[in-house]
């Protein structure tokens, strides 16, 4: 049970030295997190980008207005229901994302390189195999 609790504390102060790392523009988490998702699963209506996050469709209107404000995501009219928009990353917006991922995965290249002895490296690759064990079906 100790181990489940420090591991649990330690992924959420890497999640939060990860978020250091992340570049931008000032946007709300709860922005970022749409941005995420429209990347990871392609256009979606305000309707399922809330359910996803769990919020009410108002609220994510308003996190939808402000990323169209940024120019960082598109809206076009849903093929299947043309009442709905369906929305998505711009140009710009999977530059931006890209960016912020290449940050991050420099700074924990760094930190890995400068904070760990090559015998550590080693052990700290064969953790990531144990690692991907506990969330892999």
């Known amino acids: 049970m100790a181990t489940a609790v420090e591991l649990r504390v330690l992924v959420g ?19 970022v997190s749409v ?3 429209l990347e990871r699963d392609g256009p979606a209506t305000v309707t399922a980008l809330a359910r996803a996050e769990g919020m009410r ?45 290449a940050a991050r995965e420099d700074w924990l290249f760094q930190a890995i390189q400068t904070r760990l002895a090559p015998k550590e490296q080693a052990q700290l690759a064969g953790a990531v195999e144990l690692l991907k064990r ?4």
């Open 134 to 137: 506990l969330v892999e079906p």
């Open 57 to 101: 469709p108002q609220s994510m209107g308003a996190n939808v207005s402000a990323l169209l404000a940024a120019g960082l995501v598109s809206g076009s009219p849903d093929p299947g229901d043309g009442r709905q928009t369906l929305l998505s990353l711009t140009p710009a917006c999977h530059e931006l994302v890209r960016a912020s991922r």
């Open 35 to 37: 941005l995420g998702h």
């Open 13 to 31: 102060k890497l999640k939060r030295r990860l978020r250091e790392q992340t570049n931008l523009g000032g946007l709300a988490w709860s922005q």
